[in-house]
């Protein structure tokens, strides 16, 4: 009997089939209860009647703990495809047990020039950007048949994402953003480390593989940054951005709905998300980082060791990690210092200076509809306010000057702000001065 063991049953099934094509058989597969020996009898029968070896596609037992497997009556070997710890092995017959994967970069891209031949010359860019396991490979490969056509890099990455999309977990959202560099304003060094995040992608097969660092220094896949800054100074832009750069998708994990009350719950639906991640190479974004990855407690009630189990499991989990990982948080002192630790870039948000406002105001202001009276520096210099501000008031005033049948006005800019400093209660600094030739 051989236990075949991984959380992703498509990739336990194609190593049950690779090792029956190893042995010249056939296989007679069925998923059953690891406890329903007359069943697990028939198929034996069934596969010995035909030549072939009997799979087992272990059904998840229904209150959670491993089965005895039931195979006294079933003649001669057996596969048997579940998820680690989900079987216990029966105690009159010889066991081996096997681990499912994960494939070196080369059994990557060999499974990629199999997969798409056309692409064959680019099948190390493809492995680099989406290191699938061959069982996954292989299933793109229909997917880029049944397209009649040649394809690009692109039409591969499209395929992946559209089989990804199908299983999302539940408060999973998938977007493909289109956000250039240039519109993020930020300091010289924190633009410099969004762009570096991106080029660890593109060279990790050579650092990690060629050059041996994944051995020699323990190095992982993927790269884990931290946003953290005020509200409001484009932590979730940039995310979009380093998305767009890296040419994938951003997969947005929705916090409230991923945290659950039940024990195990917010563990499993992270669970899900990460792999979603890792299979179609998208941007993982987790705002607001410090719900999730909050500085451990001392235990004093049931709660606080609950706590601090879904932290742990959450830095082990950010350990295995292979992908691009985001992280933003608005309290940088509440997260936990492991996940500080394991971060390859922490990257500050600033509220922007002033010449950094006065880009904010030109950008988010339209070329036309602007009346002469308008002045982006004199609002920089009266209102340090971070850039989700200014594009509030800039989308605001807009909506006020078209009400108006009007162009916007200075007027209009100074109404949006001052609501927009109401909405959080602060003071508000007053009007700009206005210019000498304009009238009174």
Not at 59 to 79: C, E, F, K, Q, T
Request: proline share 6%; hydrophobic share 50%.
């Amino acid at each position: 009997m051989v236990i075949v063991q991984d959380d992703d049953e498509t990739v336990g099934r194609a190593r049950c089939s690779a090792l029956a094509r190893a042995a010249g058989r056939e296989l007679a597969a069925a998923r059953i209860g690891v406890g329903d020996g007359p069943r697990i009898a028939l198929l034996a029968a069934h596969a010995a009647a035909r030549g072939a070896v009997a799979m087992i596609v272990a059904a998840p037992p229904v209150d959670g703990s491993a089965d005895r497997l039931a195979v006294a009556d079933a003649p001669g070997a057996i596969l048997v495809c579940a998820a680690p710890g989900a079987v216990r092995a029966a105690p009159d017959r010889a066991v081996l047990a096997l681990v499912a994967g994960p494939v070196g970069a080369h059994e990557q891209l060999t499974a990629w020039r199999a997969a798409v031949p056309a692409l064959a010359g680019q099948a190390s860019m493809l492995a680099a950007r989406h290191p699938l396991d061959p069982a996954v490979t292989a299933q793109l490969a229909i997917d880029v048949r049944e397209l009649g056509r040649d394809v690009g890099l692109a039409d591969v990455s499209a395929l992946i994402r559209t089989r990804a999309a199908a299983s999302l977990p539940t408060g999973v959202q998938l977007v493909t953003p289109r956000v250039p560099w240039g519109h993020l304003v930020l300091p010289a060094e924190s633009a410099l480390q969004l762009r570096d995040a991106v080029t660890r992608l593109d060279h990790q097969s050579v650092v990690l593989d060629d050059w041996g660092l994944r051995e020699r220094a323990h190095a992982s896949r993927g790269a884990r940054l931290l946003l953290t800054g005020p509200p409001g100074t484009g932590k979730s832009l940039a995310a979009a951005a380093v998305a767009t750069a890296a040419q994938t998708d951003l997969l947005i994990v929705d916090v409230s709905r991923v945290v659950s009350k039940w024990l195990g719950e917010t563990e499993k639906n992270l669970a899900a998300a990460f792999e979603a991640a890792e299979r179609t190479q998208s941007v993982l974004l987790l705002d607001e980082a410090d719900a999730l990855f909050g500085a451990r407690t001392e235990i004093s009630d049931a709660h606080d060791r609950y706590a601090n189990l879904e932290t742990a499991y959450l830095l082990q989990r950010l350990d295995r990690f292979e992908g691009l990982a985001i992280l933003t948080t608005n309290l940088r002192a509440n997260i936990d210092g492991a996940f500080i630790r394991r971060m390859d870039f922490v990257v500050e948000f600033p509220l922007p200076d002033e010449s950094g406002r006065v880009e904010l105001w030109t950008r988010h202001l339209p070329s036309s509809g602007l009346a002469d009276d308008t002045d982006p520096t004199a609002l920089a210099r009266l209102y340090p306010v971070p850039g989700a501000w200014i594009r509030n008031a800039a989308v605001a005033a807009a909506f006020g000057a078209a009400a108006e049948r009007g162009r916007i006005t200075q007027q209009h800019l100074v109404t949006a702000m001052r609501r927009e400093y109401a909405k959080v209660s602060l003071p508000f600094p007053g009007e700009p001065p206005r210019r000498r030739h304009e009238p009174v």
